[in-house]
């Protein structure tokens, strides 16, 4: 006899896609076969290498299927949420399991013998092959998509790095000669103009080689950095160098708040370049013109930076996938890669990059580094 929580339970598990199709009077005796196991967060139901003995029906919670990869951590490749089922097809090869379940969150799960399931199968054989064929496939096909999709995007990471590295290489002489003419016209003048004309254009030469070895960096891996200890002040001296004085000009009002006024510990030229993105990201967002606030604050050990806009904001459905490479909603002027650089520099900070948006409200990126050792 079932305990009647169990009898319960099993209507849990009678609308579970392997039964789609079954009759009632047939599910009834499949019942007997479905043992309970309540499984809490976090919980490993078996590990990659664990022989394959049950069929697992989830009736309640989420659970997590993932595999280790070369470097040893456990990669993500799918979530079996309630009214699915996993661990089947171990259990048919009598192989070893090749990936690892564990609860997402708190489970309900129905679990099938070997022998329970074959003499499922014989109750309801047309059915169950179908049902266990099609979730096979779906599943394979999501796999296969992802896979296909992570091995494009880095082929594509590859081929940039190559790119990257023969504009640098096509572009020394031009560069040299640009900075050549540049410092010539220094030398030969006392005009002061000329002199900051000149000064502007050995920056904005050295922007165009920097970014583009940015690019080679990202795609090569891991960033080395020069890091030196900088004030707030000096940041936005740079920042206004390169990018916050063309604001004016695109109607966009530029309003600071700065609440820390210390110093950092960054790779000031590359962290300049992150910020110029983001500011770019920004005002790229703003067309008719609008507000960007920078905001900057200390709080506990952390050193937080702000960038806001008021601009078009990104719809919420595509704000987890930013950061990585190639996702651009502006084909026509960008690459994609502007967010995923900038995360990857953050880090090699230790710091971490987070962007939240309201659609045709606006966008803030947070940028919170470790606060500097002396400090
Ligand atoms: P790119 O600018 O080359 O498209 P990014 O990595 O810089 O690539 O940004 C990726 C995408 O994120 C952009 O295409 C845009 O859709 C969105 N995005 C980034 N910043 C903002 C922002 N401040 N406001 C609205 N959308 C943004
Ligand atoms: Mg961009």
Redesign the pocket.
Known sequence: MKSPSQVGAFEKFSANRLFDGIERNVLNEIRPQVSLLRVRKDDVIYREGDRGDFLYLVGEGVVKISQLDRLGHAETIGYVESGNFFGGRALLETKPHSAMATAAEPALLGTVKKKAFEKMLALAPARLHVNFLRAVTERLRSINSRFMSDVLRSERLRVAGAIANSILRDLKNPISIARCCSDLIAAETSNSELHELSTLLGGAVNGMVATTQDLLDYAHGPIALKKQHVSIWRLLDELNQQSLRLLPGKNIEFIKHIRYDGNMDVDLARFVRVLC?LI??AY?AMPGGGVLRFTTDRVHNEVVLRISDSGVGIPPQLVSTLFEPFQ?T?ESV?T?L??AIAKAIVEAHHGKISIASVPNKGTTVDIRLPSPAEE
């Open positions: 993105h770019r990201n790229e651009t502006t960008g994609g502007g967010l």
